[in-house]
């Protein structure tokens, strides 16, 4: 086996190689020399994103993997994720389970290396494998603090979890016994027999629980209320972007030849998630149960995307996915952040920190903004990027969809403004700044300037994005 055959796969190598370091280092450092491992992961995941970006990782490994702009395009996007979410994990893990730093990051870098895998997959077996690669270190992570809230969290994610696999194995199944082959490549040839129709709408309900599209959200709320910040912050975007880029290699590489069988549930799916999750969002006073119920809408939108199944939705998607990822990271390490140091996440924990802490309360603003889709933050052009090409796809379904996105998005403003207005228009309860670590800091700063770096620059960000995207071959891998 030559190294050129392993280069496909070789962002993956490079997380497991660290992984493999992290593992022994935790077992060589003493209790109280652990800390180090934080930045040492950190460092690591820098580096493997800034190499993806000067190495050339494309080709096919062992006929059922692919990495082509695509699925680079998705890497990079969570190889950022994980990097934010182990920055943002020193301080927290260092204060709450110092002994126990090696199994954190250990638990994040498989997830990653899952979720890297789903990117390219192109086998039903390799894509299973991944999807539960990239889920069950979330399991323990969410449960880590061994409180009672973290443990239900942990709980009801494992059952989520176990729910989704049934579904997606039995989905499968039907498939593998319908079309007799678990590769993509052959799905579109196969019959569009009854159990072959049953077992894509199993996996696309399986695939729902775990990016928690209506109606299979009920667990996001108490998730995110009562896991950890750090492993909050990841868990509400890496995950799901590496599940849509899954999606994407199998419904519109693989089943688009079925596009009437599953199109016409992805837009219930679409339209019930923009809904509900909007609307759930607005009476919340917790704010990590405002984001999440927030992030089901944002599910919506990355699902008209699939809905419109053309090149561009597609590009638009994996710019949205970065997009989201530095927003919702942001504003969820803050709210998390919070929790940690002052014992409270509701609204009104917020109430003056532009005050108490400027630059904080800066950061959350822009969060804020973008995810409403103000201008000109990225979360403004994301969201016209989607509705551009959702809106160009020719379809008077999808144009209804479109108009119906842009209403709900002004509801969501509601919202999220009544974050800022307590951010920065009510009194503060607490008059001294608020005391994040120098990492947690970091890892703010880093969405924050994303934020509005991308907003000013976005055609530098949305134009390869669009072009990845346009190298895949849509029906066909």
């Not at 509005?452 to 066909?476: N, Q």
């Given at each position: 086996?030559?190294?050129?055959?392993?280069?496909?796969?070789?962002?993956?190598?490079?997380?497991?190689?660290?992984?493999?370091?992290?593992?022994?280092?935790?077992?060589?450092?003493?209790?109280?020399?652990?800390?180090?491992?934080?930045?040492?992961?950190?460092?690591?995941?820098?580096?493997?994103?800034?190499?993806?970006?000067?190495?050339d990782f494309e080709g096919r490994a062992f006929g059922v993997y692919t990495s082509d702009a695509l699925g680079m395009y998705f890497k990079q996007v969570l190889l950022l994720a994980g990097l934010i979410?182990?920055?943002?994990?020193?301080?927290?893990?260092?204060?709450?389970?110092?002994?126990?730093?090696?199994?954190?990051?250990?638990?994040?870098?498989?997830?990653?290396?899952?979720?890297?895998?789903?990117?390219?997959?192109?086998?039903?077996?390799?894509?299973?494998?991944?999807?539960?690669?990239?889920?069950?270190?979330?399991?323990?992570?969410?449960?880590?603090?061994?409180?009672?809230?973290?443990?239900?969290?942990?709980?009801?994610?494992?059952?989520?979890?176990?729910?989704?696999?049934?579904?997606?194995?039995?989905?499968?199944?039907?498939?593998?016994?319908?079309?007799?082959?678990?590769?993509?490549?052959?799905?579109?040839?196969?019959?569009?027999?009854?159990?072959?129709?049953?077992?894509?709408?199993?996996?696309?309900?399986?695939?729902?629980?775990?990016?928690?599209?209506?109606?299979?959200?009920?667990?996001?709320?108490?998730?995110?209320?009562?896991?950890?910040?750090?492993?909050?912050?990841?868990?509400?975007?890496?995950?799901?972007?590496?599940?849509?880029?899954?999606?994407?290699?199998?419904?519109?590489?693989?089943?688009?030849?079925?596009?009437?069988?599953?199109?016409?549930?992805?837009?219930?799916?679409?339209?019930?998630?923009?809904?509900?999750?909007?609307?759930?969002?607005?009476?919340?006073?917790?704010?990590?149960?405002?984001?999440?119920?927030?992030?089901?809408?944002?599910?919506?939108?990355?699902?008209?995307?699939?809905?419109?199944?053309?090149?561009?939705?597609?590009?638009?998607?994996?710019?949205?996915?970065?997009?989201?990822?530095?927003?919702?990271?942001?504003a969820m390490i803050v709210v998390t952040s919070l929790r940690d140091k002052e014992g409270s996440a509701k609204v009104n924990a917020l109430n003056g920190l532009s005050q108490r802490s400027p630059g904080?309360?800066?950061?959350?603003?822009?969060?804020?903004?973008?995810?409403?889709?103000?201008?000109?933050?990225?979360?403004?052009?994301?969201?016209?990027?989607?509705?551009?090409?959702?809106?160009?796809?020719?379809s008077t379904i999808l144009k209804g969809i479109v108009i119906f996105g842009v209403c709900i998005s002004v509801l969501a403003l509601f919202y999220y403004l009544r974050l800022g207005r307590a951010v920065?228009?009510?009194?503060?309860?607490?008059?001294?700044?608020?005391?994040?670590?120098?990492?947690?800091?970091?890892?703010?700063?880093?969405?924050?300037?994303?934020?509005?770096?991308?907003?000013?620059?976005?055609?530098?960000?949305?134009?390869?994005?669009?072009?990845?995207?346009?190298?895949?071959?849509?029906?066909?891998?």
């Open positions: 086996m030559s190294v050129d055959a392993l280069m496909p796969i070789g962002l993956e190598l490079s997380v497991l190689l660290l992984a493999i370091t992290v593992f022994v280092a935790d077992l060589l450092l003493g209790p109280d020399e652990k800390r180090g491992l934080g930045s040492y992961t950190a460092i690591g995941l820098g580096a493997i994103l800034c190499a993806s970006f000067f190495l979410g182990v920055i943002a994990s020193i301080d927290h893990v260092d204060e709450s389970t110092p002994a126990r730093q090696g199994e954190h990051y250990l638990l994040i870098l498989f997830s990653m290396c899952g979720m890297l895998l789903l990117t390219g997959a192109q086998d039903a077996v390799l894509w299973v494998v991944a999807f539960e690669l990239a889920s069950i270190p979330f399991y323990v992570l969410l449960a880590f603090g061994k409180d009672k809230r973290s443990t239900e969290a942990g709980m009801k994610l494992f059952l989520m979890g176990a729910i989704s696999s049934v579904f997606i194995l039995y989905g499968f199944s039907l498939i593998w016994g319908m079309s007799g082959s678990t590769s993509f490549a052959a799905l579109g040839a196969a019959p569009a027999e009854p159990l072959f129709i049953l077992g894509v709408a199993l996996v696309l309900i399986g695939v729902c629980f775990k990016i928690g599209a209506v109606p299979f959200h009920l667990w996001m709320a108490d998730a995110y209320q009562g896991g950890p910040g750090p492993v909050v912050s990841i868990l509400s975007v890496a995950p799901k972007i590496a599940a849509f880029a899954g999606l994407v290699r199998l419904y519109i590489e693989g089943l688009f030849p079925h596009q009437a069988i599953w199109t016409p549930t992805v837009i219930v799916l679409c339209v019930a998630s923009l809904l509900v999750g909007n609307l759930a969002a607005l009476p919340q006073q917790d704010s990590r149960r405002l984001l999440a119920l927030s992030g089901v809408g944002h599910m919506g939108l990355l699902l008209l995307a699939l809905v419109a199944g053309t090149h561009n939705a597609i590009g638009a998607l994996a710019f949205y996915s970065l997009a989201y990822v530095v927003t919702n990271m942001g904080l309360g800066l950061a959350m603003l822009l969060f804020l903004l973008s995810l409403g889709g103000i201008p000109f933050v990225v979360g403004f052009w994301s969201k016209l990027t989607l509705f551009w090409a959702a809106w160009t796809a020719n920065y228009i009510e009194e503060p309860e607490k008059s001294e700044p608020v005391q994040f670590g120098i990492p947690t800091k970091i890892a703010i700063g880093i969405c924050a300037v994303c934020v509005v770096l991308m907003g000013v620059f976005p055609a530098v960000f949305i134009e390869p994005a669009l072009d990845a995207a346009r190298g895949i071959v849509i029906g066909s891998p």
